[in-house]
């Protein structure tokens, strides 16, 4: 039947890719009928503990799995890869200026876009989840210029899933009934949950919520600050959420997204909603064919164009930084 789709996962072993190999492995990435070759990279370090994966993966038997090979070399991962997971990257450590982190990125994602663009299949298709993801990706894209920029996209959909539950919870409605959802800008504290163009069981869902201080006082923070939220609770990180977003984001690209509704994809910008061009961001987006495409003609307001615009400054300041490090 269907030929195996080879999608390789950076970071294997941590705490994301521990949550999404298994999904992956069982079809909820690409769908039931798509038989996976896994290919997964880690830092040498990282190797031993992504064979322990390797084996809990055997061990579950998917009929969909068709095999997994383990790297230390981008080269080698990314070798006929069709779907690539950057998940891997270098965590903020304590006193690192904006510059370190982007530069540290810069040794892991640079030499990432180089293996894309040298061996990856000509239908890849790039997810960076990894933080800061949006320039991220932008490093990996700009390293890859064989493969059409399109191609490279950066994870917000957790936001707008986090965006979704808590609107559907201040309305008291089924996730379900919510629709038109956008998360704009950056993957950042800096990002904009917009409602004013949402749809409540078809009504405008701003005019239903009728309650600015909320929207500016606990949804917009609530759902920037989730992240930190959940380490306090839990201790660690998010890991599941983020690994369901990164597969809602995938299924969505290869799939389509549903008629009648868009989802939140942060790709590159072509100027809509005065956006710079080339610029990774996050944008009301549907797919179609296997594209994403930015959702045109709607309505900003005052108020979300001040945030939609905070959260690009921000991006555009993280691109001239990179810039400057040669790195793009
Ligand atoms: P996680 O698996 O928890 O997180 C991985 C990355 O995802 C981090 O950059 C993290 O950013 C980011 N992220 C994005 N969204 C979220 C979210 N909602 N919640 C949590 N994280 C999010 O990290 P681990 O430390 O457990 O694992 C990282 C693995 O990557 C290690 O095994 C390491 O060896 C490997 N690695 C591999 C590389 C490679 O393959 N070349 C390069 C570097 C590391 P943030 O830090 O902001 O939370």
Aim: charged share 20%; glycine share 10%; proline share 5%.
């Amino acid at each position: 039947s269907n030929a195996p789709v080879n999608v390789t996962v950076t970071g294997a072993a941590g705490q994301i890719g521990y949550a999404l190999l298994f999904r992956i492995a069982s079809g909820q990435l690409l769908g039931a009928d798509t038989p996976v070759k896994l290919r997964l990279l880690e830092i040498p370090q990282g190797v031993k503990a992504a064979e322990g994966t390797a084996m809990e993966l055997d061990d579950c038997a998917f009929p969909l799995l068709q095999g997994i090979d383990i790297f230390d070399d981008p080269n080698k991962a990314f070798e006929g890869a069709n779907v690539g997971l950057l998940v891997g990257a270098r965590p903020r450590g304590p006193g690192m200026e904006r510059g370190d982190l982007l530069e540290a990125n810069g040794g892991i994602f640079k030499p990432q876009g180089e293996a894309i663009n040298a061996g990856a299949a000509d239908d890849i298709r790039i997810l960076a989840v990894g933080n800061p993801a949006n320039t991220n990706a932008l490093i990996a894209q700009n390293h890859a210029p064989d493969v059409p920029a399109e191609r490279f996209t950066a994870m917000t959909r957790l936001d707008h899933n986090r965006a979704l539950t808590q609107l559907a919870k201040k309305l008291n409605v089924s996730i379900n009934d919510i629709k038109k959802l956008t998360i704009w800008g950056n993957h950042s504290a800096t990002q904009y949950p917009d409602i004013f163009n949402a749809e409540v069981g078809g009504k405008n869902a701003a005019q239903a919520v009728n309650d600015q201080t909320w929207l500016e006082d606990d949804f917009i923070p609530t759902v920037a600050k989730r992240g930190a939220a959940i380490i306090e609770a839990r201790g660690a990180s998010s890991a599941a959420s983020a690994a369901n977003a990164a597969i809602d984001h995938v299924y969505d690209w290869v799939n389509g997204t549903p008629e009648g509704d868009w989802t939140s994809a942060a790709i590159p910008s072509d100027g809509s909603y005065g956006v710079p061009e080339g610029l990774i961001s996050s944008f009301p987006a549907v797919s179609k064919n296997g594209k994403w495409e930015i959702v045109q003609g709607l309505e900003i307001g005052e108020f979300s164009r001040g945030r939609i615009d905070a959260s690009v400054k921000e991006l555009s300041e993280e691109r001239d930084t990179v810039r400057k490090l040669g790195l793009v």
